[in-house]
């Protein structure tokens, strides 16, 4: 099964894109953490990571050719869940794999504001919290690790503001072109992470 995640920052795609991968056995491909993993020496990186400091969205030629290699590997013979990516319907226009379904999950943008800019996220393990909804045993430090927690450039409220923009002007169509092809499951992120999982399991049956 080929699933994409889709939806403004902070409803919750990488925590039900986690939830779905363990329920479904199939990967996760997390496109923004792919794009932070990327070795030192790969072309094009500096560019990239200019992007995504800034929250905008990286050039749709080099993360298509860098997701075109991974879904190559045989780890996703079943299938995957794409989270971070046809944001745009140029995005389709450079990769589209054939997603079975496409998961909307809708939150307010001021629900989205808050949950981003309480994000911290383990400089060391990559672990993410939420100052105000789940929150650090110990301020500042990971509950798995010890590493120090911190803001990602992406993360505070003016990055926030210009990925919200890019959503409303060109993801509402993205998820328009789904919609009018019959595979689009739309949830309301508004509630706790378990009670958006149902959700979207009941919108996948």
Known sequence: MKLLLIGPQGCGKGTIGKKLSQHLNIPLVSVGQILRDLPDDYPGKDEIENYVDKGELAPQNLVSEILKSEISKDIYGNGFIFDGWGRTLEDLDYFNP?????????????????????????????????VVSVPPKVDGICDFCGGKLVQREDDVEEAVKTRLAIFNKETTKVIDYFRKQGNLVEVNGEGSPDEVFQLVLKGLE
């Not at 079975?100 to 808050?114: H, L, Q, R």
Request: proline share 3%.
């Open 98 to 130: 054939g997603f079975d379904k496409v998961i909307f999950i809708n939150i307010s943008p001021e629900t989205s504001i808050k949950r981003i800019s309480s994000r911290r996220t383990c400089e060391n393990c990559g672990a993410v919290f939420n």
